[in-house]
């Protein structure tokens, strides 16, 4: 047996040796932190850093502070940066090889490169010089590294250099984060509408209407169930479907409400934020202050900044605080396309014209480069849906006015009015922009183009072939729609319906949210007298199930004493009884009642879910929730309305129970097991981690159970949910909060890769503002 021990020997030796050495090359990557380093700038810049890396720029200008920034972004984070860039110009096999190639394929259509090129000659010659500096910084912060970033050597590849036209193209990768869509939401609208009567589309289709929290205090009146019997295409399945999973929530979503000064102790108005977006490591922002002079005053702007770019996305400075929420209202739209027999002419209202071939090339890491062809329309590119009818993609973020960096104009605005009048100007993905300023004002508008538009019907597809149907440019500035300082002193947004009447009509439905977690948001202000930046961190975190209160409920009707006693449901009753007020981690009744319901809406839609699916199409894209109507199903509890094979409301009941019920069992062995963080564990991954063994996992976050889910305050999944935690009134920004999920660093040996991970996990408010000094790197002008 002395082999086998020295096989064991040679192999702990070899596995230590290669770790070492992976060890040794990080180390050798890592970010400068102290000392000095010889820059092009105008004046000597110090990067000050607390014990978590938050990251305080001191400059004598704001191109300085961009250099520096760009410096600092570089080195925690170029990786980061490369991905995003890289995604948006559908260039990631050039990194990846093969497995990524279709997924650039399709994003090459957007040609976002080519639009990025056009954007920077747009800019003022001040703007260009600072996002030429921001790039300088970038580059020098790359190149100070005594090695390229691990994940570059993991991967074979060498980084490439930061252009400035790539700060456009991390906005247009926010873009496709944000308004990701890209027209399926219309076509399973357009499919559905052909498919079903019109009463019963209108039904099916519709706002929620319990769960209604606008901020100008508008209703949308519920469509009651039409008298017609139910179609018999959403009763018989036709065909088995893969994707059965109805529209629950929206995928991307974010909180932010603020109350006015004569709510709080110090008259400043408060302002919290929490954006939900995926989360991964490193996390999607970078915490930073920048202190510069502009002649004789100081400008100082705290927030969180989004490597590539140069600006504090959101934040404060003193004067006004500003965040956002994803808006979620309508972007884009599908054409239908008539097209000439020999498919290679459209109908237009100037007449038939060609289709636009642009011909592309794409590398791909390893093998021989791939040459593409793109078919482009006057509207946007040519998409089709499995083997749908072609269409043409018309989205905001094909235009002029979708990026620039006016955003940065936030920094030095002074007050709400001022700022609710930069917002139409800002080239970014249309958000809900919550203001809050130092003399108690607050605001809501849109920031982002708005487009103008004549169409029939803004959710389905529209055949645009004479002027009767259209976009006509983008609402003037003074149009925006806007909502300050309400007599409520309230405000909020939660990526549902925020405003009715006209301002809705300007705005459409983009796949608004079902509004539960808006109204308890609403309904925690509401219990507000007196209001302080704890007391709005709390409704961050709320994690009250209050939209599955009535599903609890139906729930329990379902297990009466004959039920329970047929089916050994004690147990599980019991459950349902003590722990679903909470999405807790311990709660195994949430758990119960959340699977129900969700088993109830998957066995009432799975026939509507096969027929979208034989079309291409999904129900999970349809623009509002199933909620609704199945709800009111529930309530008449018309035997028409069942799926066949079922003969009563009471047998489909049961089925969700016991199906749900069997689901949980055969993934965790009893319900008892079935507790939500089971099923609600961390995976906050690196996206190398998965290619490397053994050592792999130690570049995530631990996979921790975690409070909170969708349809409340705190929305919180395995991989999404709020991406940072934000609370500040301006001028009183010491008594702030700022948090996010992983660490400022992307290195993993860095003392930050993971500095606020336990914080954000265990609901420690971290100061908004940079803690004492601990680190200091100067950056002085070369000689």
Same mark, same amino acid.
């Given at each position: 047996m002395n082999w086998w021990k020295w096989i064991i020997g040679v192999t702990a030796a070899l596995a230590a040796l290669a770790a070492a050495s992976f060890y040794a090359?990080?180390?050798?990557?890592?970010?400068?932190?102290?000392?000095?380093?010889?820059?092009?700038?105008? %004046?000597?810049?110090?990067?000050?850093?607390?014990?978590?890396?938050?990251?305080?720029?001191? +400059?004598?200008?704001?191109?300085?502070?961009?250099?520096?920034?760009?410096? /600092?972004?570089?080195?925690?984070?170029?990786?980061?940066?490369?991905?995003?860039?890289?995604?948006?110009?559908?260039?990631?096999? /050039?990194?990846?090889?093969?497995?990524?190639?279709?997924?650039?394929? +399709?994003?090459?259509n957007h040609r976002f490169r080519f639009r990025a090129t056009q954007a920077l000659a747009q800019l003022s010659a001040p703007e260009q010089q600072l996002l030429s500096d921001y790039s300088r910084g970038v580059n020098a912060g790359l190149a100070t590294l005594t090695l390229a970033p691990f994940e570059y050597l993991?991967?074979?590849q060498t980084p490439e250099q930061w252009q400035p036209a790539d700060s456009f193209l991390v906005i247009y990768s926010m873009y496709l984060d944000l308004q990701g869509k890209l027209g399926k939401d219309e076509y399973a609208m357009t499919v559905l509408q052909q498919t079903v009567p019109a009463e019963w589309y209108r039904f099916l289709q519709q706002h929620s209407d319990i769960w209604q929290a606008a901020i100008d205090g508008t209703t949308v009146a519920a469509v009651s169930m039409p008298e017609s019997a139910y179609p018999a295409v959403l009763r018989q399945q036709q065909s088995a479907c893969t994707a059965c999973s109805v529209k629950d929530a929206t995928d991307i979503g974010s909180n932010n409400f603020a109350v006015a000064g004569s709510l709080?102790?110090?008259?400043?108005?408060?302002?919290?934020?929490?954006?939900?977006l995926s989360i991964r490591v490193p996390g999607t922002w970078f915490k930073a202050q920048l202190n510069w002079r502009d002649g004789a005053k100081l400008h100082t702007v705290t927030g969180l900044t989004l490597a590539g770019t140069p600006a504090v996305v959101v934040g404060s400075n003193g004067q006004l605080a500003w965040g956002f929420t994803n808006s979620t209202a309508d972007w884009h739209d599908l054409v239908k396309l008539q097209l000439s027999d020999d498919g290679k002419r459209y109908l237009t209202p100037d007449g038939w014209q060609p289709l636009e071939y642009i011909y592309d090339t794409i590398k791909v890491a390893g093998k021989p480069d791939q040459a593409i062809e793109l078919t482009q329309t006057r509207w946007g590119p040519v998409v089709r849906f499995g083997n749908s009818p072609a269409y043409a993609l018309r989205w905001v973020a094909y235009d002029a006015v979708a990026v620039n960096f006016k955003l940065l104009q936030l920094e030095t605005a002074t007050n709400v009015q001022q700022a609710a009048e930069l917002a139409p100007q800002a080239g970014i993905p249309a958000q809900n922009l919550l203001l809050a300023d130092s003399k108690g004002n607050i605001g809501w508008t849109i920031m982002g183009p708005v487009p103008q538009r004549t169409l029939a019907d803004w959710d389905t597809a529209q055949d645009w072939s004479d002027s009767s149907q259209g976009w006509q440019g983008y609402l003037a500035p003074e149009l925006q729609p806007q909502l300050l300082n309400p007599a409520a002193d309230r405000l909020w947004s939660a990526n549902a319906r925020v405003v009715g009447g006209d301002m809705y009509q300007q705005l459409g439905n983009g796949g608004y949210d079902l509004g539960a977690r808006g109204w308890q948001i609403q309904q925690g202000l509401e219990q507000l007298q007196q209001a302080d930046e704890q007391a709005l961190h709390a409704i961050q975190l709320d994690n009250r199930a209050l939209m599955l209160q009535r599903w609890q409920q139906l729930l329990l009707q379902v297990l009466n004493n004959d039920t329970v006693q047929q089916h050994q449901l004690q147990s599980y009753r019991q459950h349902v009884l003590t722990s679903s007020q909470h999405a807790a981690t311990d709660a195994v009744g949430y758990t119960l009642v959340r699977a129900f319901r969700q088993q109830l809406l998957e066995l009432q839609f799975a026939p509507l879910s096969a027929l979208l699916e034989q079309q291409g199409a999904r129900s999970a894209d349809l623009k509002f929730s199933l909620e609704t109507p199945l709800w009111t199903m529930l309530q008449q509890r018309r035997t028409d309305?069942?799926? +066949?094979?079922? %003969?009563?409301?009471?047998?489909?009941?049961?089925?969700?129970?016991?199906?749900?019920?069997?689901?949980?069992?055969?993934?965790?062995? %009893?319900?008892?097991?079935?507790?939500?963080?089971n099923l609600n564990t961390a995976k906050i991954q690196h996206p190398l981690s998965a290619a490397i063994p053994l050592l792999g996992g130690w570049l995530n976050m631990p996979a921790t159970p975690l409070n909170g889910d969708s349809h409340m305050p705190r929305v919180q999944k395995p991989g999404f949910g709020q991406s940072q935690r934000m609370v500040v009134a301006p001028g009183q920004e010491q008594l702030g909060i700022l948090t996010i999920p992983a660490g400022q660093s992307g290195h993993p040996l860095s003392p930050f890769y993971r500095a606020d991970h336990h914080y954000w996990l265990n609901e420690v408010a971290l100061p908004f503002l940079p803690g004492e000094k601990k680190y200091q790197l100067l950056l002085t002008p070369q000689g």
């Open positions: 090359v990080l180390y050798l990557s890592l970010p400068q932190y102290d000392g000095e380093q010889p820059a092009k700038i105008s %004046s000597t810049v110090r990067l000050e850093r607390d014990g978590t890396g938050y990251l305080s720029i001191h +400059a004598a200008n704001r191109n300085d502070a961009a250099y520096a920034l760009g410096f /600092a972004h570089a080195q925690e984070r170029f990786f980061q940066m490369d991905l995003l860039r890289r995604n948006a110009a559908g260039e990631l096999s /050039a990194l990846f090889g093969e497995r990524a190639l279709e997924a650039d394929k +399709a994003l090459r993991l991967l074979g709080t102790g110090h008259g400043s108005a408060i302002l919290a934020d929490d954006m939900h309305t069942l799926p +066949a094979g079922v %003969s009563s409301w009471d047998e489909l009941l049961l089925q969700a129970v016991l199906q749900s019920k069997q689901q949980l069992e055969q993934q965790y062995g %009893s319900i008892n097991q079935s507790n939500w963080g």
